[in-house]
């Protein structure tokens, strides 16, 4: 059974950054994270393919965020700056051996993390 575990959430200002890692027992062909905003759904965040390193970004992150793995591709990283309010969520990492073609969608995921907690606050 494939297991991800996050790491490195927490509170930050606004205009702080944070970095999240997600370690797999395994190497995986895609890996993402997706975050949960309280009251809301879940939402893709950032892809990358394990292999080729190409990555896809929601509109809200461009810019701001970076996915990235080691190399021995079993971490992935996320790295998150100039943060604000609403980066608020629990962030989920998330994992498959499938073709997504980077969708940042839960559907295409089919091993996910325990969820680490993310505040920004003003």
């Known amino acids: 059974q494939v297991q991800l575990v996050e790491s490195g959430g927490g509170s930050v200002q606004t205009g702080g950054s944070l970095r999240l890692s997600c370690a797999a027992s395994e190497t995986l062909r895609y890996m993402a994270w997706f975050r949960q905003p309280p009251g809301k759904e879940r939402e893709g965040v950032a892809s990358?393919?394990?292999?080729?390193?190409?990555?896809n970004y929601a509109d809200s992150v461009k810019g701001r965020f970076t996915i990235s793995r080691d190399n021995a591709k079993t971490t992935v990283y996320l790295q998150m700056s100039s943060m604000k309010t609403e980066d608020t969520a629990m962030y989920y990492c998330?994992?498959?051996?499938?073709?997504?073609?980077?969708?940042?969608?839960?559907?295409?995921?089919?091993?996910w993390g325990q969820g680490t907690q993310v505040t920004v606050s003003s």
């Open positions: 998330a994992a498959t051996n499938g073709w997504t073609a980077l969708a940042l969608a839960t559907s295409f995921y089919n091993y």
């Open positions: 990358i393919g394990i292999g080729t390193g190409i990555t």
